[in-house]
């Protein structure tokens, strides 16, 4: 019965290491709503790479005034200045328990850093979630997102609309579309994700902790599917998301 002893064993080896658990998937996969949703259920904070990068930005720390200087010469931030950003997040005390990255890595090198960064404290990521959707879905979602200008709410044409077409349900402000998400700049967008955080994917599954989650469902069942892919033992199951990369 060697999996039940492997099995055992990877569940004693969560309750004392933290359960960090890597989000994928391509611009409008549903990576924000859904990395909320696992951290409620896991009870461990969702870390946006978003939120941190603004935060070190509002509050001028030292990594923040560091990732300030390349931008202001228009270059891009080093991968170890981003990758320190997150350890020294994921050293706060909410993160005692781990944490669900979403927006991070986004590269091969800032995946191989967080790595050693995390291998430096006798740390590992526990799985990689790929949230699969097709390259249409994406461009169908992206292209018909608004956005609150001053809560930063999110609505959709289709999918949610706001009860006023130009005000946001939540605070009255204004809505907006991002220069991204017009239907031009999408599939861009996928392009870059596709070069650039494509190969993670890979990265991951070679690692042996990637778990796939079919994406196109009812945002409450691709929840279930994920908290029961960290919950899941059993990697065989793996196929690449047939169809998503098409
Ligand atoms: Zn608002």
């Given amino acids: 019965m060697v999996w039940a002893k492997g099995k055992g ?35 461990i904070p ?9 935060g070190n930005l509002q509050q001028e720390t030292e990594l923040g005034l560091a990732a300030q200087s390349y931008m202001d010469r228009g270059e891009l931030v080093p991968d170890d200045v981003t990758v320190r950003m997150v350890i020294e997040r994921l050293s706060d005390g909410d993160c005692e328990r781990g944490a669900i990255l979403d927006g991070f890595p986004r590269t091969l090198g800032q995946a191989a850093a967080f790595d050693g960064a995390l291998a430096y404290r006798g740390h590992q990521v526990a799985v990689a979630l790929l949230i699969c959707v097709s390259d249409e879905t994406v461009i169908k979602r992206l292209s018909g997102r608004w956005i609150c200008r001053d809560c930063q709410a999110m609505y959709h044409q289709v999918f949610d609309p706001p009860r006023e077409p130009t005000r946001c349900d939540q605070c009255g402000g204004r809505l907006y579309q991002r220069l991204d998400d017009q239907p031009d700049t999408v599939r861009n967008r996928l392009l870059v994700y596709y070069k650039q955080t494509g190969p993670l994917v890979g990265y991951y599954f070679a690692r042996g902790i990637l778990r796939e989650v079919e994406g196109e469902q009812a945002i409450e069942a691709v929840h279930a599917d994920l908290v029961a892919a960290v919950r899941k033992d059993d990697h065989s199951e793996i196929s690449f998301c047939s169809g998503a990369h098409a």
Avoid: C, H, N
Avoid at 20 to 42: I, M
């Fill in 46 to 54: 969702q870390v946006s790479s978003g939120d941190l990068f603004r």
């Fill in 9 to 43: 064993a990877r569940i004693a080896t969560w309750e004392i290491m933290p359960l960090y658990v890597v989000l994928l998937g391509a611009p409008g996969a549903g990576k924000g709503t859904q990395a909320r949703l696992l951290g409620q259920a896991l009870e």
